[in-house]
């Protein structure tokens, strides 16, 4: 066991005003193993990028261990799956390799064929089995869960529960709860560590949160009781100072300055104290609050369609020029349905779901689908975004203001409306296309993934979005907590 301690960490990138971190402090034991979660964008890249000394920062980051950071870059994709795991870690023992291998659920057939022939649940594999073999280095783990299937998520997430030393960054709720023992969180204010999974972070966080709300409450009224009487008071007191030279003077009668200035002064003075008590309720209100995720609700706008069914598939087989995508798929779409379609990688859902949208895919069996039937899609792929987020609004017809709208309830950063859709993070792109399709009017809406890289909070603001509004939606989708809260309707393809 040795400790990570970190010391008033500052960092901001090159030309920006803003800092990701400022005079953060905390420590870790090497032993633990810890989720890290945090909203999009607010560092928990950057912060193992910062562990490992890519960028310069102030403060100090002081440890006796080294670092490794998943996932590896393999240069050339061609090469033996054996080959790249000798690059990146050229002494591992055969034995050693294979029993990591073993506990993943990968054949040893994968090691003598090529890397870029593997699928990406096998890709993920292999380089975790890679990143085990390293000794004496704390293991940062960014992601591993995107793409995988929900048995791949299970099996790795079981192959790290019996693992120890790692900061894992991930989204999945029930994949982190099996796994880690710690979380590590990036706040809108600070970074915390607390003991335990997801699932008590969570529950901790709505018990301080709802604390914080009633205490909001409660300073909101002192300070409306406060202001009111520190108006009555100072309004007390000028009409005293007024009576020095107004009516007693017509009575003929000299008033009593002396006596009249002592009492409006002390009408001032106590008017001061309230005040001042008014501006201590603000600054402990200011200290409130400061990590509540107070975003807006998200909204949407589902259609009725005409009918009760919107789409029917009958025993559906799919093929492509080299292999068959699936066959014998056969269900209906009814009116308020949320159908999550399930099966291993590369069983054919996402053709399923292009084959619904109106793609030209071919396949046999019997598919019809209602007449101006109107659809929302959310693509799995998000590497056709570029360009201004105003122009792709104008692109796709959606509203613009709505749009970003949607945007910023999703925790997006303002500083981001201004640059390119390229440069973009996963998670950022996988919003872009969430806040369009809830721009959009639709009968049906048709999500391919759409969780992939988006943070945990977001997730759980879609989740509400999704139970409010009750739409007919047909998704993919991984993340078996989601699964589990939205599904009205299971398909196994």
Request: aromatic share 10%.
């Amino acid at each position: 066991m040795s400790l990570i301690k970190v010391a008033n960490l500052t960092f901001a990138y090159e030309g920006s005003y803003d800092n990701i971190f400022e005079q953060v402090s905390f420590q870790i034991d090497t032993d633990w193993k810890l989720g890290f979660i945090g909203r999009n964008g607010r560092g928990k890249t950057t912060f193992l990028h910062l562990l490992q000394g890519k960028y310069a920062y102030s403060g100090s980051i002081s440890t006796s261990v080294g670092f490794e950071y998943f996932p590896y870059q393999v240069a050339n994709q061609a090469s033996n799956t054996i080959d790249v795991l000798e690059s990146i870690c050229p002494d591992f023992l055969q034995w050693e390799l294979l029993r990591e291998l073993n506990l993943l659920d990968v054949a040893e057939d994968v090691l003598y064929r090529p890397f870029n022939t593997l699928s990406d649940g096998e890709r993920t594999k292999v380089l975790l089995a890679a990143l085990f073999l390293k000794e004496n280095s704390f293991l940062l783990i960014d992601e591993p869960t995107n793409h995988l299937d929900m048995h791949a998520r299970k099996l790795v997430s079981d192959y790290l529960k019996s693992k120890q030393g790692f900061i894992l960054v991930s989204h999945d709720r029930a994949f982190l709860d099996n796994c880690i023992d710690h979380i590590l969180s990036i706040n809108k204010t600070n970074i915390e560590i607390q003991k335990g999974n997801f699932s008590s972070w969570w529950l901790n966080k709505e018990r301080q949160d709802n604390f914080e709300l009633a205490e909001n409450r409660r300073l909101k009224k002192d300070i409306r009781r406060l202001t009111h009487a520190a108006r009555l008071v100072s309004g007390w007191s000028d009409k005293v100072e007024k009576t020095k030279t107004s009516g007693r003077k017509m009575s003929g009668i000299k008033p009593d300055k002396g006596y009249i200035g002592h009492k409006a002064a002390k009408m001032m003075a106590r008017a001061k104290n309230i005040e001042n008590r008014q501006q201590a309720a603000i600054a402990e209100k200011a200290k409130l609050l400061k990590n509540i995720e107070s975003a807006d609700k998200l909204k949407m706008s589902p259609l009725q369609y005409h009918t009760g069914r919107l789409a029917e598939l009958a025993n559906i087989s799919i093929y492509y020029h080299d292999r068959t995508a699936c066959t014998g798929v056969s269900f209906t779409i009814e009116q308020g349905d949320r159908i999550a379609l399930c099966g291993k990688n590369g069983a054919g859902k996402s053709s399923i779901l292009k084959l619904i949208c109106g793609d030209q895919i071919d396949y046999t069996g019997s598919f019809r689908k209602g007449s101006r039937l109107k659809i929302s899609y959310v693509a799995q792929d998000t590497s056709f975004l570029r360009g201004n987020l105003t122009d792709y609004a104008a692109a796709v017809g959606i509203n613009e203001t709505l749009f970003m709208t949607n945007l910023r309830k999703l925790d997006f950063p303002r500083v981001q409306f201004e640059k390119d859709i390229s440069t973009f993070s996963g998670g950022q792109k996988k919003k872009v296309l969430i806040a369009k399709s809830l721009s959009e009017q639709a009968h049906l809406y048709i999500w391919d993934e759409p969780l992939n890289y988006i943070d945990v909070l977001s997730r759980i603001q879609i989740e509400e979005l999704l139970l409010e509004y009750r739409p007919t939606i047909l998704f993919v989708e991984h993340d078996q907590a989601f699964n589990e809260n939205i599904a009205t309707k299971y398909i196994q393809v």
